[in-house]
């Protein structure tokens, strides 16, 4: 049986992984008319979106806006209804071998196998992408002395006995682990503690200095504001705002920008006027 050898996976910042010659775009990740049906209900209505490379970009949004749908479909997790969605220039749904070379994801509610100890999962993760045993081994001692998963994997603790923090962790390390060019992750810092969260912080930092791009989705406002450098606001799976942190703050906090846009129930006088007693 013969075997495709595998292309090597550049380090941020380095050539592209499909050559793009001088026309190649500036943009990271483009959506354009992104769309996306169940049945009578549009989830993500024929959304255009350019994220720069080397950006640190925030998709923010309320409960159903679309977000989870739109980052499924340009990570190739779920098939568009319409539309196309461009990973460094390459089609995720023409080539998405090539495209997840250079694709980090880690999913909402991604699923883990549970029999597995972190370390295992990790170098299983290596090796399926092609990888060299001795590169994954040296990258999973390091992503597990950083992200303090040391002692469970000594401990043999099972994926399935992580916390929903381990899992948080052991999943950004399996979208770390080779190298990507561009980051997706869909509420990485949820249930994170925080010394875990100013560890995660320095290494999202660290990846956007060597060139990479960082897109994550998140509700809380003051944590995009903290990290992001442009941001996109979302509802009803259409695009509201898009651009510079500042230029999407418009003068105000993103929260209050947010709210402005997406809009929000007010509590009169009158309502629940029975909680207390």
Not at 57 to 66: I, S
Not at 120 to 128: K, S
Not at 243 to 264: I, Y
Request: hydrophobic letters at 45%; one cysteine or more; aromatic letters at 4%.
């Amino acid at each position: 049986m013969t075997t495709t050898p595998e292309r090597p996976v550049p380090e941020p910042g380095g050539p592209t992984a499909e050559p793009g010659g001088p026309a190649a775009s500036e943009s990271a990740l483009e959506l354009a008319g992104l769309r996306r049906t169940f049945g009578d209900k549009v989830a993500v209505d024929d959304i255009d979106l350019t994220v720069p490379r080397g950006s640190f970009f925030g998709l923010v949004g309320p409960n159903g806006a679309g977000k989870t749908t739109a980052l499924s479909m340009a990570t190739g997790l779920l098939r568009p209804s319409g539309g196309k969605a461009l990973v460094h220039d390459i089609d995720v749904w023409q080539d998405p071998v090539a495209a997840k070379r250079i694709l980090g994801v880690l999913p909402d509610g991604l699923a883990l196998p549970e029999r597995l100890t972190g370390g295992e999962l990790l170098t299983y993760w290596g090796r399926f992408r092609g990888m060299p045993a001795g590169v994954v081994a040296d990258r999973i001692a390091e992503l597990m002395r950083i992200l303090e998963l040391e002692e469970a994997e000594e401990l043999g603790t099972l994926v399935g006995e992580y916390s929903t923090g381990m899992r948080k962790k052991i999943g950004l390390a399996t979208a770390l682990l080779h190298t990507p060019r561009l980051l997706v992750l869909d509420e990485p810092y949820e249930a994170v503690d925080p010394v875990s969260a100013r560890v995660l912080t320095a290494i999202l930092r660290r990846f956007t200095a060597a060139g990479g791009t960082i897109i994550i989705s998140s509700h809380v406002m003051s944590l995009v504001e903290s990290l992001c450098d442009r941001v996109a606001i979302i509802a009803a799976g259409s695009v509201l705002a898009d651009g510079t942190l500042d230029e999407v703050r418009a003068g105000r906090s993103l929260e209050d920008r947010f709210v402005e846009l997406v809009g929000a129930t007010e509590l009169g006088e009158e309502d629940l006027a029975w909680i207390g007693g």
